[in-house]
C-alpha cells in the first residue's frame, strides 16, 4: 500500500472525520465551516498528494450535504424547535454554494481523474463517492448544471466513463467478450459507469440542463450514447444477461432511492 | 441504461442534436431496440417520439419510415394491445397510441 499516512496526516484525517459531527444542527454549525475557513480548506485538500486524504474530504463533504441531513426534521417531532429544524435544508444549501464558490467541483473532477478506479477499490469507492457528492449539489443547487457545465470538465469525464470496457473492440469480439464471464466487467466498475450515466441524465435535464444539453451535443454526445446503446442492444439480442443489483458491491450507501428523483425505477444497464 | 436514453431525450429537444442523431443512425438503431422487450422498447419509443416531434423531426420521420420503423411499431402496439387486459403494463400503453398518431401525421405515410 503506497498510500500510507505519516503522523501529521493521521492527525489531519482524524480532524476530517470529525466534521461529521457538524449533521447533527446544521443551521448552527455549517456557516461557521466557511466563516473559519474550512469550506476553502476541504476544497483545496481534494487536491493533496495522498489520495487517501482527499477521498476522505470527498466521503465527509459527501456526508455533510446529504438528503437525509438537509430533511433533518422536516415534518418531524411537533415539539421540537421550529427555527433550527425548518432552516436544516437551507443550511445545507448554503453550505453546498459556498463549496461551490470554492471550486469544490472543479477540484473534485481533477481528483477523480487520478483515482485509479481498476486497481484499487477505495479509489474505485472514491469515485462512487465523488459522483455522490455531485448529485447532492446538484439537488441543493438547481441550476448547477449551468456552472458544471461552464467551469468544470465533469461531462467530458461522464461521457468517457459511460463507455463500456468491449466497446473499442472490434464488434465481433464485443459478443465474445460477454460470454466469456471472466472478462466480464467487474460490478463495481458497472455500477460506477451505471451511476456516470445516471449523474449525466440529472446533468441534462429540465430548464437548468440547457446548457449541459448543447455541451453534451458539441461534444459528440449523442454518438457516444448510441454506441453505448448499440453495444449493450447486440450483447443483450445476443446474450441476455441479468442485471441484479443484488451482485453489485455495497459502498456502504443505498443508491436506488436517489434515482426515484428523475422517475427512474430500478437500474437496469 | 436508462439514464441514457434519459440524456438522450433530453439532448433531443434541439434541432442540432436531432440533425445528428438521424446522421449517426440513431433512428435505425431506435428500429432495431423497438424489437426488445420491456423497458428497452419503451425507451427507444420515447427517444423516437422526441427526435420525431416539431418541424426539425421531419428527416428522423422520413428515416424511420424508410428503416422499417412503422412495421416495427406496429408490431410493438399489437403486442401491448394483447396484454391490455393484464394489469401492470399500463405504462407501456400510455405513451404508444399518442406516439403513433404523431408519427403516422408527421411521417407522412397517411
Known amino acids: 500500500m503506497q498510500n500510507r499516512y505519516v503522523d501529521s496526516e493521521v492527525a489531519l484525517d482524524t480532524a ?8 447533527s444542527n446544521p443551521t448552527a454549525f455549517y456557516p461557521e465551516l466557511t466563516k473559519l475557513g474550512i469550506v476553502s480548506s476541504l476544497a483545496d485538500l481534494l487536491s493533496h498528494e495522498n489520495i487517501d486524504i482527499s477521498l476522505s474530504v470527498v466521503n465527509v463533504l459527501e456526508e455533510l450535504t446529504d438528503d437525509d ?13 421550529e427555527d433550527v429544524d425548518g432552516g436544516a435544508r437551507d443550511a445545507v444549501a448554503k453550505l ?4 461551490v464558490k470554492a471550486q469544490l467541483v472543479e477540484l473534485a ?3 477523480i481523474s487520478r483515482l ?7 479509489e474505485r469507492a472514491g469515485v462512487f463517492h465523488t459522483l455522490g457528492l455531485v448529485e447532492n449539489l446538484l439537488s441543493l443547487l438547481p441550476t448547477l448544471s449551468t456552472t458544471i457545465t461552464s467551469q468544470t470538465t465533469l461531462l467530458a469525464w461522464l461521457l468517457k466513463r459511460l463507455q463500456p470496457p468491449s466497446m473499442d473492440k472490434q ?9 466469456d464471464k471472466q472478462k466480464a466487467e467487474d460490478p463495481a466498475m458497472a455500477q460506477n459507469r451505471q451511476y456516470a450515466a445516471e449523474l449525466l441524465a440529472i446533468l441534462l435535464q429540465g430548464d437548468a440542463g440547457a446548457d449541459a444539453r448543447n455541451a453534451f451535443t458539441k461534444e459528440g454526445g449523442v454518438q457516444v450514447a448510441l454506441q453505448v446503446l448499440s453495444v449493450s442492444c447486440r450483447s443483450h439480442l445476443a446474450y441476455p444477461q441479468t442485471t441484479d443489483i443484488s451482485q453489485f458491491p455495497d459502498f456502504s450507501k443505498t443508491r436506488p432511492a436517489r434515482s426515484g428523483r428523475i422517475g427512474i425505477h430500478g437500474k437496469h444497464l | 441504461m436508462e439514464n441514457i436514453f434519459d440524456a438522450l431525450c433530453s439532448a433531443l429537444s434541439s434541432s442540432e442534436t436531432k440533425a ?11 428500429v432495431i431496440m423497438m424489437r426488445e422487450k420491456l423497458l428497452a422498447r419503451t425507451r427507444a419509443i420515447k427517444v423516437l417520439d422526441h427526435a420525431m416531434s416539431g418541424e426539425a423531426g421531419a428527416q428522423a420521420c422520413e428515416t424511420f419510415v424508410d428503416a422499417q420503423g412503422l412495421k416495427g411499431l406496429f408490431s410493438a402496439l399489437m403486442q401491448t394491445v394483447s396484454l391490455n387486459n393484464s394489469a401492470p403494463s399500463h405504462h407501456r400503453l400510455n405513451p404508444a397510441p399518442s406516439l403513433r398518431k404523431r408519427k403516422l401525421v408527421k411521417s407522412g405515410a397517411f
Not at chain 1, 476530517?16 to 457538524?22: P, R, S
Not at chain 1, 441531513?69 to 424547535?81: L, N, R, T
Not at chain 1, 453546498?96 to 463549496?99: N, T, V
Not at chain 1, 485509479?116 to 477505495?122: D, L, Q, S, V, Y
Open chain 1, 96 to 99: 453546498a454554494d459556498d463549496l
Open chain 2, 20 to 30: 445528428i442523431f438521424v446522421q449517426e443512425e440513431g433512428t435505425e438503431l431506435m
Open chain 1, 16 to 23: 476530517i472525520q470529525e466534521l461529521l459531527l457538524l449533521t
Open chain 1, 109 to 111: 473532477v481533477a481528483n
Open chain 1, 69 to 81: 441531513v438537509a430533511e433533518a426534521g422536516e415534518g418531524g417531532d411537533e415539539d421540537e424547535d
Open chain 1, 171 to 179: 464488434k465481433g469480439k464485443a459478443a465474445a467478450q460477454v460470454k
Open chain 1, 116 to 122: 485509479r478506479e481498476a486497481e484499487e477499490e477505495a
